[in-house]
């Protein structure tokens, strides 16, 4: 029997922060990211948020013997579902494929009390960059929304658990990128 796929379109892209094997470019159509929060979780995080006209850039890779337990665990304030219908991966057949996403009644709106972390968009960014090239960044900013949301600068001492050096270039690109959305940086004492 196949192994069965994730979908990821944040955090998972970045094949550095896993070690699920026979990750490959995938598209997600009807569905954009967004910047949520939950009360599951103290900061804003990505989520998928369905939108018919929509498709995301991100990366399957394989669940070994569908042991979901592990990524359960690390996508908590997630729900998983399938997805294999609405999946474009290019590989022969048609394998589970699911997806991580806040459901809709749990999702809230970010605010300063609930941050996008700079040590969590870094590794993000770092993904799709190494994926995608900045062509793929690009996409990325396009189809998120909730850019409005405050990004706590976290670098000097990262609160993500999965956080990733950047370089000095990657950190150059990833602050212009940033900035040319609207984002407002906060600093630590500030929320």
């Known amino acids: 029997m196949t192994a069965p796929y994730f979908f990821g379109y944040g955090s998972l892209v970045n094949t550095a922060t896993h070690n ?7 598209q997600l159509r ?3 990211r967004a910047w949520v929060h939950t009360d599951l979780r103290e900061v804003a995080f990505l989520s998928a948020v369905p939108c018919r006209d929509s498709v995301i850039d991100g990366l399957i890779a394989e669940v070994p013997a569908a ?3 592990a990524l359960d665990e690390r996508e908590f304030a997630y729900e998983r579902l399938p997805a294999s219908d609405r999946v474009q991966h290019g590989l022969a057949g ?17 605010t300063d009390r609930h941050p ?6 870094d590794v993000v960014l770092q993904g799709y960059l190494r994926v995608f090239g900045e062509a793929g960044l690009q996409g990325f900013v396009a189809t998120t929304d909730g850019w409005d949301a405050p990004v706590l600068n976290d670098r000097a001492a990262p609160r993500y658990p999965r956080h990733q050096v ?12 940033i900035d040319s959305t609207g984002a407002r940086r906060v600093v630590s004492g500030a929320c």
């Open 116 to 121: 996008i972390l700079l040590s969590y968009l």
């Open 166 to 177: 950047v370089t000095a270039a990657e950190r150059k690109l990833f602050d212009e990128l």
């Open 94 to 110: 048609t394998p589970e494929v699911s997806v991580y996403a806040v459901a809709p009644g749990q999702q809230k709106g970010v």
């Open 20 to 26: 699920y094997g026979g990750a490959r470019p995938a």
């Open 67 to 69: 042991d979901w337990a």
């Open 30 to 32: 009807g569905w954009r």
